[in-house]
């Protein structure tokens, strides 16, 4: 299944649930989506978390799970820190199928 930003923005202020170890879970928000146009052939756009300070979670792949999404393999940025913890970045950036 191939999710789209209107799926992720249905899910802005939900909880997604990391796999950062094989032991260890954390908890990520979604705060927001954020849809680019650069190609009329290209859907692109961003998805920025919040989370804790501590586990910080380097730059890599994730599976992911959410409970309406179900799972996923997202590739996590670290943005920085804020005021309330850190902040992860998801960029998509694919081809647009023929819709017809």
């Known amino acids: 299944m191939e999710l789209s930003s209107r799926d992720f923005a249905e899910c802005v202020r939900t909880a997604f649930e990391i796999e950062a170890t094989a032991a260890e879970r954390v ?6 989506v954020t849809e680019q146009t650069y190609s009329p052939e290209l859907e692109t756009f961003t998805l920025t ?11 890599r792949s994730y599976r992911v799970c959410h409970e309406k999404l179900g799972a996923l393999d997202l590739f996590l940025v670290p943005l920085g820190p804020d005021a309330k913890g850190m902040q992860y970045e998801a960029v998509f950036n694919r081809f647009l199928r023929d819709r017809k």
């Open 49 to 59: 978390f919040s989370g804790p300070s501590s586990p910080f979670l380097p730059q």
């Open 27 to 32: 908890k990520l928000e979604l705060t927001g």
